[in-house]
Nanobody, 127 residues
């Protein structure tokens, strides 16, 4: 099991940028695929981005493609989500999640395939 703690959320104007961090403890971030999900008020949790266990493959939801970038720093054992050109519709609680042992290049956008979740960090984009 891994403990995940997100940070970096906040209030930003439309067009601005934020970088979310997800600090892992208990296991190395290179031990599993990891993803970012988000949940807006009154809506279901939705997939945003994922990085494979070997770090060579990333995949994004259409809604964030070209604006968000997922990355990780093994030395800091931290996952990141770099968010640019933010829109009001990006307002949500953002969660990082860790998957199980898998093939090195495996990735998934299904929340049920993730085993461990952080507590979330709020991102609010004003128009």
């Amino acid at each position: 099991q891994v403990r995940l703690v997100e940070s970096g959320g906040g209030l930003v104007q439309a067009g601005g940028s934020l970088r979310l961090s997800c600090k892992a403890s208990g296991r190395a971030v290179g031990s599993f695929f990891m993803g970012w999900f988000r949940q807006a008020l009154g809506k279901e949790r939705e997939f945003a981005a994922v990085i494979s266990r070997n770090g060579l493959t990333t995949y994004y939801a259409d809604s964030v493609l070209g604006r968000f970038t997922i990355s990780r720093d093994s030395a800091k054992n931290t996952l990141y989500l770099h968010m640019n050109s933010l829109k009001p519709e990006d307002t949500a609680v953002y969660y990082c999640a860790a998957g199980g042992n898998s093939n090195a290049d495996y990735y998934t956008n299904r929340p049920q395939d993730y085993n461990d979740w952080g507590q979330g960090t709020q991102v609010t984009v004003s128009s």
